[in-house]
């Protein structure tokens, strides 16, 4: 069973960089046919996908955030990890790392992390 973990800190002050990790247990960050996603949610609002990589190191990235995120991964370390730049209170909202699956006949989320909430302070 695969599961994932956000870390980061919870309260980032305006222009600065937000930086969050998710670690990978029970299954292997280089498993060829997974993607690792990270995923928001703000206040009030819906799912907003933010950006994936694989770790042949493809990438794809919101091309609403493209200027400002950056996505990694360190398959020694089985994590990924997510950066934000220039960030403001409406980057607040909870953060999930998770894992597209294409195993099967189809792709979706097969698994995701608990979530953690940032607060970009003003």
């Known amino acids: 069973q695969v599961q994932l973990q956000e870390s980061g800190p919870g309260l980032v002050k305006s222009s600065q960089t937000l930086s969050l990790t998710c670690t990978v247990s029970?299954?292997?960050?280089?498993?060829?046919?997974?993607?690792w996603n990270w995923i928001r949610q703000s206040p009030g609002k819906g799912l907003e996908w933010m950006g994936a990589?694989?770790?042949?190191?493809?990438?794809s990235l919101s091309p609403s955030l493209k200027s400002r995120i950056s996505i990694s991964i360190d398959t020694s370390k089985n994590q990924f990890t997510l950066q934000l730049s220039s960030v403001t209170p409406e980057d607040t909202a909870v953060y999930y790392c998770?894992?597209?699956?294409?195993?099967?006949?189809?792709?979706?989320?097969?698994?995701w992390g608990q979530g953690t909430q940032v607060t970009g302070s003003s």
């Open positions: 990589i694989h770790y042949s190191g493809s990438i």
């Open positions: 998770a894992a597209w699956d294409c195993s099967g006949n189809g792709c979706y989320f097969s698994y």
């Open positions: 029970g299954g292997s960050i280089t498993t060829n046919y997974y993607s």
